[in-house]
């Protein structure tokens, strides 16, 4: 089924996305667990407000990119990362690093490929904030991969950080396009059409195929074999949050729990797990981000509008 969109339409995909991202990122941030630990959900929820992280911040520029541009423009994007970082939101060492580069004024390709002794980041960065790019292109998985591929080279050299952010917009893309069109894709067939538009020989590439035949596995057992984001890398994350996301696609909840269960970066999973299935579900419907939620977590930044 095809269909075109306004950009209206685009634009509110675009922060359902957004606001599983930030709620999954601020709700998991209270679970993070450095290495590779399981964690748990305990009985209740934990007390308000939820401060949500770096992965909302950066995803709050990539929206508000979209929101004026209609597509991504990597120079303005480059500006808006380093003029709105706040160093406390928990960014890494890397990305201070990269981020204070571009703000002293050295163009964005430069400082991209200057970092880790010049190969580039390989890190999760550029998945964790890509998703609300995804659900705006609904109507084109590839041209989400395109535009994702751009977003991410302006922080991310090394091909697996940017394989990562184009695995997590394809997803998300595939998954708002179900909304609209109402065939939504089994878990199995959700991460074959994300793995189909990646390298083959790609190491993001080869944990989504081992994820495939995790599916029906426990999430300790499927953390254990694809990671948790306790290495911080896409390779080590992205693979997870998209297996989360795909067997949990109509249930943003339960999306999020496996990734606190899961342990590690549970922040980062829970934000690209969750921007994913939010794009599906949407908000304070039935299997999407519960509104309770909304209200637990730290208003999103003034600027984005």
């Known amino acids: 089924m095809t269909f075109v969109l306004v950009d209206d339409a685009r634009l509110a995909l675009a922060r359902d996305s957004l606001a599983g991202l930030s709620v999954g990122d601020a709700l998991g941030g209270r679970y993070f667990r450095p290495g590779r630990g399981t964690g748990g959900w305990g009985e209740e929820l934990p007390e308000p407000p939820w401060e949500w992280s770096d992965d909302t911040e950066m995803a709050c520029s990539v929206l508000a990119v979209l929101a004026r541009r ?59 904030r890509i998703a609300p790019l995804g659900a705006y292109l609904a109507d084109s998985p590839a041209r989400a991969a395109a535009q994702a591929a751009v977003a991410s080279e302006v922080t991310h050299a090394h091909p697996e950080g940017v394989a990562g952010g184009v695995a997590v917009a394809v997803a998300a ?21 994300v793995a189909a538009v990646l390298d083959p020989a790609g190491a993001v590439r080869a944990g989504i195929d081992r994820a495939i035949g995790l599916l029906d596995r426990p999430v300790p057992e499927a953390a254990r074999e694809l990671g948790n984001g306790g290495r911080v890398t896409a ?68 600027w984005l509008g």
């Open 235 to 302: 390779p080590d994350t992205v693979p997870f949050a998209l297996w989360a996301a795909a067997r949990h696609l109509a249930d943003y909840p339960a999306a999020v729990r496996a990734c606190v269960e899961a342990g590690g970066d549970v922040d980062t999973t829970a934000a690209i797990a969750g921007g994913i299935v939010a794009a599906y579900t949407g908000v304070g419907t039935p299997g999407g981000v519960p509104a309770d939620w909304i209200e637990a977590r730290e208003p999103l930044p003034t």
């Open 70 to 128: 209609g597509a991504v423009d990597p120079d303005e994007l480059a500006a808006s990362f380093a003029n709105r970082y706040d160093p406390a939101r928990r960014y890494g060492a890397g990305a201070v690093e990269l981020l204070e580069l571009i703000r002293s004024g050295t163009p964005w390709p430069v400082a991209s490929v200057s970092v880790f002794a010049g190969q580039g980041s390989y890190g999760n960065g550029a998945a964790m």
């Open 173 to 193: 893309a595939r998954a708002a396009g179900a909304r609209l069109s109402g065939d939504r894709p089994d878990p199995d067939r959700l991460l074959a059409a």
